[in-house]
């Protein structure tokens, strides 16, 4: 991923947040709530920046929203399969500290969650100590976001 993909994704409008992230993803974007077929065009067009080799979109459905995001503070996005029900296991979400906001999700991730750390190392030891007493949990990944972007 080169600085011209981010500089080009900062001028589209109907984007909220770039986050670099580290694991088997290089770049999470937050998109501004559009119809299906906005989205899909918008995909469309993130697809044609040079520099971009493949992307995977998640469309949230039912979803909690906390707190806000916080300016200059690590992000942590989290993708769960889970084996509870998925309304026991978001209730469960509400709870963690620094919560910004969790949807359901169809296709390979049951739960997507976007919560904000004070340290990148927080967010780790979250990921690593904290998720795992959270019940019904198949598997999960946690994608770190030092640095994020957040557009106003």
């Avoid at 493949?54 to 993708?79: D, R, V």
């Avoid at 709870?95 to 190392?121: H, K, N, Y």
Wanted: aromatic share 8%; hydrophobic share 40%.
């Amino acid at each position: 991923m080169t600085k011209n993909v981010v500089e080009e994704l900062k001028n589209n409008p109907n984007i909220d947040l770039i986050a670099p992230v580290t694991g088997r993803f290089d770049l999470a974007l937050r998109l501004k709530q559009n119809t299906p077929e906005q989205i899909v065009q918008l995909v469309s067009q993130i697809r044609q920046i040079q520099g971009i080799q493949t992307t995977q979109t998640l469309f949230g459905f039912n979803g909690i929203n906390g707190a806000h995001f916080q300016n200059q503070m690590p992000l942590g996005i989290s993708l769960f399969n889970v084996t509870s029900p998925i309304e026991t296991f978001v209730n469960q979400l509400k709870t963690f500290p620094g919560l910004i906001e969790a949807w359901t999700t169809p296709g390979q991730f049951d739960i997507v969650a976007l919560w904000q750390a004070r340290t990148s190392d927080e967010i780790v030891k979250s990921a690593f100590e904290k998720f795992p007493t959270l019940k019904g949990i198949a598997h999960s990944e946690t994608l770190l976001a030092p640095t994020p972007l957040f557009k106003q």
